[in-house]
C-alpha cells in the first residue's frame, strides 16, 4: 500500500508563503507523476499542480504564484505557494498516479491512484 504524507499546512497572512511537502511512494517514486489538489468547505476538490515525468502543469488560478518540484532522491514532492490569498484557503492533498490523464486543457488532473490524508492551509484576510 502506497502512503503519501503532506506537511507544511499552517495560518498565513494574505500575500504571505507556505511550502507544502509531500513524501512519495518510495523506491519507485520516479514512476509516479505527483500532484497537489485541494478542497476548500463546501467545495469539491479542486486540481492545483502536477509533475510529470518531463512537464508539469498548473490550474489557472495558481500559475505565476505556486511551484510544484519534486526530488527524486528523496522521494519528495513540494508545492511553493507564494502571494497568497483568502480563496486559496483549503485542504491541500498530495496524489500519485502511474497512469493519470490529461483533461481538456492538457493538464495531468485524472487518474491518481494514492492520495494522502490532506494539510489545512488557512489565509486570512
Known amino acids: 500500500q502506497v502512503q503519501l504524507v503532506e506537511s507544511g499546512g499552517g495560518l498565513v497572512q494574505a500575500g504571505g508563503s507556505l511550502r507544502l511537502s509531500c513524501a512519495g511512494p518510495?523506491?519507485?517514486?520516479?514512476?509516479?507523476?505527483m500532484a497537489w489538489f485541494r478542497q476548500a468547505p463546501g467545495k469539491e476538490r479542486e486540481f492545483v499542480a502536477a509533475?510529470?515525468?518531463?512537464?508539469?502543469y498548473y490550474a489557472d488560478s495558481v500559475k505565476g504564484r505556486f511551484a510544484i518540484s519534486r526530488d527524486n532522491g528523496k522521494n519528495m514532492v513540494y508545492l511553493q505557494m507564494n502571494s497568497l490569498k483568502p480563496d486559496d484557503t483549503a485542504v491541500y492533498y498530495c496524489?500519485?498516479?502511474?497512469?493519470?490523464?490529461?483533461?481538456?486543457?492538457?493538464?495531468?488532473?485524472?487518474?491518481?491512484?494514492?492520495w494522502g490524508q490532506g494539510t489545512q492551509v488557512t489565509v486570512s484576510s
Open positions: 509533475s510529470s515525468w518531463s512537464d508539469v
Open positions: 518510495g523506491r519507485t517514486f520516479s514512476r509516479y507523476a
Open positions: 496524489a500519485a498516479g502511474l497512469a493519470p490523464r490529461t483533461d481538456v486543457s492538457g493538464r495531468l488532473s485524472y487518474g491518481y491512484d494514492y
